[in-house]
């Protein structure tokens, strides 16, 4: 009995299942994937395992005479710039200047890698086939010490080529062996030498983790792209088909916001399966829980401890990514129980640092400082430094000179290079938000040929065009001084992307790309199909749609509209507040039980019958739409506008707006710089709203991350909350303001509900927050709210944008008042620190116009 104890629930059971053939020698397959610290110790005191921690090597930066040419480049995070699609064969010569290669003679499992000469007959491997006829000499040298190199002269054109034997691609470690160390930032990275796993076989998940935990560890952004781009040049060489897998797992994402596969265990879950893996109990677990704020770093800690009577199969990052999704995908009586299985299948695998990412990635927060934009910077310059190949590429030959193209190029052509790849990267995926897509491309045409493969698509959401805040109809004559504009609704309702599919197929997106379909039952099943019965292609839409437009089809077979949805009066005839919008179910809404009635109003088109239109100007956008679509009152129409520069017109204008239960107006550039820009908070498309000319500041939208027990009347609820931005580049929540104006008792009491079941015990690590103001209840970021303020100071009790506007102070918000909850945001959509100090800068500059003379804040806000 004393024996018995020592075994957790899951390893007694697995026991049971796995006693099949033998006893000292009878096989027990699954005992030895279970933890075995004490059945070690009962069987044997002098049983030793050959199983080492792999060490976790720093970068060693220090000699000057290993400094390598960063390939680091400043590059603006939005796709807005001109993307230079520099093809590498109009650089080849200047590419080809090749230096001798020594690569260390290893022994492999009969890998051959030949180059292949392109040409017509011979494509070859797209993106690289220009190089290899430059650099078909001096490719390898033969030498005791390095592999076998043959010359071979194709029989046809006389064109040599090299062929790189076995050796000459060190055969890397085998992943089962955890003596080696695993270091991205390594100086002089090679993609091949410094990569511990197999040409052709699935990345090691530790490899990933090793990742995780330097980037983790580094606050420098370029030293996070850096290595987090060694690591792409390894898979994208070694093994392509995990490239879109690893990316994923880099943003914590089983696929496209659309397809809606969400991985969020609950903390329940996850410490039950670390329970019974481990053999702890739950109560310890969560005491530790509370001592260390991570779960993540709970289980690391316990799991290093844990010693196993047999070493289990490597997690590889193609098995955890299709358990997670197996996960994700679970629902029924009986989802908890096989959840709790899948997990604990998985963590007796882990080795060291796999376990702390792994129930990271589980619980849906990753939390490492790794925001989308560096991953993209990263796969750029990766495909820019190792051009990435298909798996059959690979093995029909690729040139070793291929493992670091930048060999024999001068920095100015290199950093050239490498912007424009970056560029074409981050303009692919803007137009085309797919990982897989993107992926595909790079492995078929490199960063060149994206636009052959990753373009705006119906069905795959784009995100959108967002406009920046001004503070008066003179503000916007300045901005657009002798540029044509117009003014249109600003309507108060829930932002919608429609994708025409096909005349029988229609979908609806939010602003964050997730699928809203069954939202809207009435608008995809019901309105829209009378839409497109009534729209037809004229002959003037047909001439602003350009060379590319079907002159023969006039019928709408697919489009993509970007759209505002707003609560409908049908009785009354006019917009109703969006609060009434948000009453509506958020899924699988029943179209014969809707009771909040909604219109559609169109205000932009970006695709129509196969032709973008996110590069023609927004007065073409706008004929082409007026054209094509006709109006149904109260149900589908187009927004209302005014093409004016005067004053009084548009000063008019706005109060009819307001009038008409609207927010404001939305001015935009007819012309100049008028294109579609994805993903862009842009200057050419400004809001005005009322609350800016009523002396009042922007608003934002601030995560509630604590609260304050209530006093008088507010006794026994919340009276206060503690309320935070959003920094996207460290992945961190930053204290703002305290909050308590603005909401009813009834809102109150129903806050109080909402937040009991999201207290934790002690602020999470990822919040940053000043020592003296701590909340009595500390909340999971889970609610967003949109917040009014007079205007934002520089605070020393708050940490939003701290560093940018103060070297030590934050910004907070001066008398915020709270409006109403944000339902169509994350807590990861809330404003972001670089906003409010773009706010706070904004409003300096005002008081600066008068010759820095300090105004009375009331004539300004």
């Not at 000699?63 to 603006?76: A, C, E, G, M, T």
């Not at 060190?170 to 197999?198: F, G, I, M, R």
Request: hydrophobic share 35%.
């Amino acid at each position: 009995m004393p024996f018995a104890l020592r075994f957790s629930p899951y390893f007694l059971g697995c026991c049971v299942r796995s006693f099949h053939h033998r006893y000292l020698g009878y096989h027990l397959n699954l005992i030895g994937k279970m933890p075995q610290k004490s059945l070690l110790s009962f069987f044997s005191n002098n049983v030793k395992t050959d199983e080492k921690p792999i060490p976790v090597s720093g970068s060693s930066n220090a000699h000057p005479l290993n400094k390598r040419r960063r390939l680091i480049v400043d590059s603006d995070d939005s796709c807005d710039g001109t993307a230079q699609n520099i093809d590498i064969a109009e650089c080849s010569k200047t590419f080809c200047e090749v230096s001798e290669q020594k690569v260390a003679s290893r022994d492999s499992d009969n890998l051959s890698i030949r180059g292949v000469k392109a040409d017509d007959d011979n494509p070859g491997i797209p993106m690289i086939h220009d190089i290899r006829n430059e650099c078909k000499e001096n490719l390898c040298t033969p030498s005791k010490s390095s592999p076998e190199c043959k010359q071979r002269k194709h029989p046809a054109t006389g064109n040599v080529t090299t062929e790189i034997t076995s050796a000459q691609i060190p055969s890397p470690c085998p992943a089962s062996q955890t003596t080696l160390a695993y270091n991205p930032a390594k100086e002089n990275y090679h993609p091949v030498q410094d990569a511990p796993w197999e040409c052709g076989s699935s990345v090691p998940y530790l490899c990933l983790a090793k990742t995780f935990e330097f980037i983790e560890s580094t606050s420098g952004r370029l030293k996070i792209i850096e290595a987090l781009s060694n690591f792409f040049r390894s898979v994208g060489f070694l093994s392509p088909d995990d490239l879109s897998t690893c990316i994923h797992l880099c943003l914590n994402q089983l696929g496209p916001a659309y397809e809606g596969n969400e991985l969020g265990v609950g903390e329940t879950i996850l410490l039950k399966a670390l329970g019974m893996t481990t053999g702890v109990g739950l109560e310890h677990l969560k005491a530790k829980l509370k001592s260390q704020g991570d779960l993540g770093s709970l289980a690391e800690s316990i799991r290093s401890r844990q010693k196993t009577m047999f070493t289990p199969k490597p997690l590889t990052v193609s098995m955890v990514f299709s358990k997670l999704k197996e996960i994700a995908s679970m629902s029924g009586n009986s989802s908890q129980a096989k959840k709790v299985e899948k997990i604990c299948s998985l963590l007796v695998a882990c080795r060291e640092c796999e376990a702390k990412y792994l129930i990271r990635s589980l619980s849906g927060k990753l939390r490492i400082g790794l925001a989308e934009q560096s991953v993209l910077t990263a796969l750029g310059q990766a495909a820019a430094v190792t051009p990435f190949h298909s798996a059959a590429a690979v093995k029909v030959g690729v040139p070793s000179r291929l493992l670091d193209v930048s060999t024999g190029v001068s920095n100015e052509q290199w950093k050239t290079r490498v912007e424009a790849c970056v560029a074409n990267v981050k303009k692919a995926y803007c137009v085309c938000p797919n990982y897989d897509k993107l992926v595909a491309g790079l492995l078929a045409d490199g960063p060149d040929g994206l636009h052959f493969h990753c373009f705006i698509t119906p069905g795959i959401p784009v995100k959108p065009m967002l406009a920046h805040p001004t503070r008066g109809v003179v503000d916007v004559l300045k901005r657009f001084d002798e540029a044509d504009f117009t003014c249109e609704y600003k309507y108060d309702g829930e932002r919608a992307q429609i994708h025409v599919l096909d005349p029988r197929t229609c979908r609806v997106y939010s602003r964050n790309q997730e699928d809203n379909t069954s939202k809207y039952p009435d608008i995809v099943n019901t309105l829209m199909p009378r839409v497109l019965q009534s729209a037809k292609l004229t002959e003037a839409a047909l001439q602003h749609m350009g060379s590319e437009a079907d002159s023969k089809n006039t019928a709408v077979e697919s489009c993509i509209l970007d759209a505002e949805v707003v609560a409908w009066d049908r009785q009354g005839g006019h917009i109703l507040p969006f609060q009434v919008l948000s009453t509506r179910k958020r899924k699988d809404v029943d179209e014969a039980a809707v009771k909040v009635q909604v219109c559609v109003y169109a205000f932009d088109i970006l695709f129509i019958n196969g032709v973008s239109l996110i590069e023609k100007p927004l007065r073409v956008r706008r004929e082409i739409i007026r054209e094509t679509f006709s109006q149904i009152h109260g149900e589908f129409m187009l927004a209302t506008s005014l093409d004016s520069s005067d004053t009084e017109q548009i000063a008019s204008f706005l109060e009819e707006s307001i009038k008409g239960n609207c927010e404001g107006l939305m001015v935009k550039t007819l012309d100049r710089n008028s294109t579609y820009e994805i993903a862009k908070r842009s200057h050419n498309w400004l809001k005005l709203k009322k609350d800016y000319l009523d002396n009042v500041g922007d608003t934002l939208d601030l995560v509630v991350i604590g609260g304050f027990h209530g006093s008088g009347k507010r006794a026994g609820r919340y009276g206060g909350f503690l309320l935070a931005c959003y920094d996207a580049e460290c992945e961190e929540y930053q204290t703002i303001c305290k909050i308590g104006t603005g909401m009813t008792d009834e809102d109150l009491a129903k806050f109080s509900a909402y937040f009991k079941d999201y207290i934790v015990d002690n602020a999470k690590a990822y919040y940053q927050f000043a020592p003296g103001l701590v909340p009595d209840h500390w909340f999971e970021p889970t609610q967003v709210w949109e917040v009014k303020a007079a205007d934002l100071s520089i605070s020393p009790a708050h940490k939003a944008a701290a560093g940018l506007a103060d070297p030590e102070k934050g910004i907070s918000l001066r008398f915020p008042r709270f409006l109403r909850i944000r339902e169509d945001k994350k807590p990861e959509d809330a404003t972001t620190a670089q906003q409010v100090y773009e706010m706070y800068k904004s409003q300096e500059q005002i008081k600066n116009q008068d010759g820095g003379q300090v105004q009375n804040e009331d004539d300004l806000y």
